[in-house]
């Protein structure tokens, strides 16, 4: 096999983000969009010592679940996936894909909106051009309207548009409770940007006007947020997600809430929990948890800056909601040597959530359930219940 070989060939599988999986001359081939079933013309476009990676050239059948994209850049940003394919298939590509990971059934719950449902972005800019970076290389790809993003943050990139953002790197655009919040980063050579329309506007991650920080609304409990804190994407899934903690966890004394964020989770099990600890590594996330706790009147939660590893103590109850490469070894260890009877992982790669389930060998895995938090994109978010053997 060498590049540019072209081969007409069906597809015999699906991998997890959005591409055909067939084998050419024995060897694993990954082709970019297809769908089992479909017979295609390929040219190779790469090679590696285990497998290639092959364009379709021609399509020769289509599987049923094949549709038109509906966004010009699709393949060129990089953030979505499956616009390829129906939802419904997506979902049962994804789904179908965890059970053999983890070897048993697997609810998925869907996003209600299957677009439009995400309250943040990061937007580059480049010799005064807006966009996201292009998969793979650092040439900006312009958009006048992204499928995943809130309408209200479309409308304000659109703004932005009309100033000189010559010596901008990087613009943070939030929508939160209809409010937006800017954080432009760079050197601002027009004056006029500073002026923008906005409910909350940061220069270089300083506070500039409008409010400190937005607050959602969800659950009679109230969040604030920082530009640089985190806050899950998508609200709705993120509501369901802390719904199946909670009642994961159920009832107890103690509880530890590591990688907290800005203490949403620990904050939506409060009132069935006497003491709740939260860890975070993220200065301003600590910051708004601290200004989250007073919103919510609460006493029985207190918020602990700093890395992860440095937990210790006994809880009834450990959740752990790491960023994509997972719990470190330090983690694992402590999660190991603690007497904790249930751990609640929630995870946003079902790669190193496997990877660390298998580490934390004093525990058992005794539910799992995914969420479609990042629709048409190739992520996936799962909540997962642990119990000591
Ligand atoms: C996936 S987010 C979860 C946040 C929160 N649980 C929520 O639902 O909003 C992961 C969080 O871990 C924090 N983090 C990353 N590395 C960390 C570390 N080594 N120790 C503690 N927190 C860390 C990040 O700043 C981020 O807030």
Redesign the pocket.
Known sequence: MKINDEYKIVIDNEDYIGNGVTRINNFVTFILNGLKGEIVRVKIIYIHKRFAIAEIIEQITSSKYRIEPICNNYNKCGGCNFLHTTLENEINIKKEYLERLFNRKIDYYQSKNEYNYRNKVVLHVLEGKLGYFNDKTHDICEFDSCKLLNPKINSKISDLKKYNLNGINEILIRCINNEIMINISGNIKDNKLKDIDCDSLYINNNYTKGKEYLIDEINNLKFSIYPN????VNREV?SK??DKAKEYAGRGNNLL?????????GIWMSDNYKNITG????KD?IKNANINKKLNNLKNINFIC????IAKGNYDTI?V????NGL?NN?IDFLNKSNSDKIIY?S?NPKTLQRDIELLNKYELKNISAYSMFPRTKHIECVTLLERR
């Open positions: 804190s985190f806050y899950q993120m997600i802390y809430d590591l990688y907290c964020g800005t203490g949403t989770i860890v975070e590594i993220n996330s700093g890395d992860a590893k959740i909601d790491p960023p994509r470190s983690v929630i946003c």
